[in-house]
C-alpha cells in the first residue's frame, strides 16, 4: 500500500521493482547511492516512485547495456586467443 509524504508516494522497494520489472538490489543499491529517495519503516524501505520511475528510465537500462558490451568483449577476448594459432601470441597478448 503506498504511503505519500510531503506529496510524494513511496512504496515498498519490492512492490516497484515488481512494477517496473527491475531487480530489487538495482534498486536497493541507487537507494544507498541517493539516487532514489527512501524512508525506512522499521527494517522496510520504501522509496519514492516517481524518482524510481526517472532511475530505471535514464540509468537502469544505461547500465545494463554498460555491462552486457563488458560481458560481450571479454568473451571477444577469450575467443580470440582460443583461436590463435600455436606458437603465435594473439595480438591482445602481446
Known amino acids: 500500500m503506498p504511503v505519500i509524504v510531503e506529496g510524494k508516494t513511496y512504496e515498498l522497494i519490492s512492490k516497484v521493482a515488481e ?5 530489487i538490489p538495482a534498486l536497493r543499491r541507487a537507494s ?3 539516487l532514489i529517495p527512501f524512508i525506512k519503516v522499521g527494517r522496510h524501505r520504501l522509496i519514492d516512485v516517481e524518482a524510481a520511475q526517472r532511475f530505471i528510465t535514464t540509468q537502469y537500462k ?15 577476448k577469450r575467443m580470440q586467443a582460443k583461436v590463435a594459432p600455436k606458437g603465435e601470441v594473439s595480438e591482445d597478448a602481446a
Open 19 to 23: 512494477q517496473f520489472g527491475v531487480t
Open 32 to 34: 544507498e547511492r541517493g
Open 62 to 76: 544505461r547500465t545494463i547495456a554498460q555491462a552486457q558490451k563488458q560481458v560481450w568483449a571479454r568473451r571477444r
